[in-house]
């Protein structure tokens, strides 16, 4: 049998003790280096030379493509949970019409993909009703689109507490915005936090999407840049690094808070 050196073992001799952080540190740092020793020697083997001159010379252009992608995420996520927890709520309202209403909202939304949604509002609803701002547009369809995939994991987050717990609050005299403020929202902020937080991911990378629309955010400033200097390769590189630069630092946020309103442990 063989056995694992002691360095890309998890846990010390100690049972139950992780690793120390230099230790974690190291190994993760190896498997990143593994990683782009990969990705560079497939690069050789297949005669592409990455040139990231371009950098310099659009600077302003990236800068403000950048910009208008954070402006963009961060409005449709205000508007999103927004509409999340409105369908939420009128999925478990004893109004049929409207639980009717919302629940086939989820369904079409969370049905078809988001460029199918994104021709459609713009080119057919917007056209209709006189919106004719991209930018304005955008934000309402992603907006429409993330805000049916909140409204189901509130939902269920809803679904998953345990009835005892309210019936023991009620027990123990709680009125119901006691009950709301010290029973149900640590919890449910505690589970739905983990799916908001990839839903925020997947909100700024969706909304590279746009750019069929000629929205200039990020996608779209680095496809007209590399269409100028023909540079594909390492354009779309610097458009995936700085997709995780916005989207690795909420990763790291989760995680700190999911540690943080873990109550079960």
């Known amino acids: 049998m063989i056995r694992t050196p002691a360095l890309f073992r998890p846990f010390t001799a100690r049972a ?32 592409i030379a990455l040139n990231f001159d371009f950098i310099a010379q659009y600077r302003v252009r990236i ?24 369908v939420a709520a009128g999925q478990g309202t004893r109004v049929l019409p409207v639980r009717y209403l919302c629940d086939l909202y989820v369904k079409i939304i969370r049905g078809t993909p988001l460029i199918v949604q994104v021709y459609f509002f713009y080119y057919i609803i917007g056209t209709a009703w006189g919106v004719d701002n991209r930018v304005l547009a955008g934000i309402i369809i992603l907006s429409l689109f993330s805000g049916a995939y909140i409204a189901e994991i509130l939902r269920g987050s809803l679904l998953s507490l345990d009835a005892g717990q ?29 799916a908001l937080t990839g839903q925020v ?21 680095i496809r007209e ?27 790291a946020v989760s995680r700190h808070f999911e540690k943080r309103l873990d109550y079960e442990h």
């Open 166 to 194: 309210l019936e023991a609050a009620r027990a123990v005299g709680f009125t119901r915005a006691q009950t709301l403020r010290y029973v149900v929202a640590p919890q449910l902020v505690a589970r739905t936090l983990p």
């Open 63 to 86: 800068w403000d493509g950048f910009c208008m992608t954070v402006g963009i995420s961060a409005a449709s996520l205000v508007i999103s949970l927004i509409i999340g927890v409105a």
């Open 225 to 251: 840049i590399t269409a100028t200097n023909y540079n594909f390769f390492g354009g779309f590189l610097l458009l995936g690094a700085l997709y995780l630069a916005l989207t690795l630092p909420l990763m």
């Open 16 to 47: 139950g003790m992780p690793a120390p952080a230099a230790k974690a540190v190291l190994n993760y740092l190896a498997v990143c280096v593994a990683v782009v020793a990969v990705v560079w020697a497939s690069l050789a083997a297949a005669g």
């Open 201 to 221: 991911a997947s909100i700024i990378k969706d909304s590279s999407l746009l750019s069929v629309i000629a929205v200039i955010e990020l996608t779209q400033t």
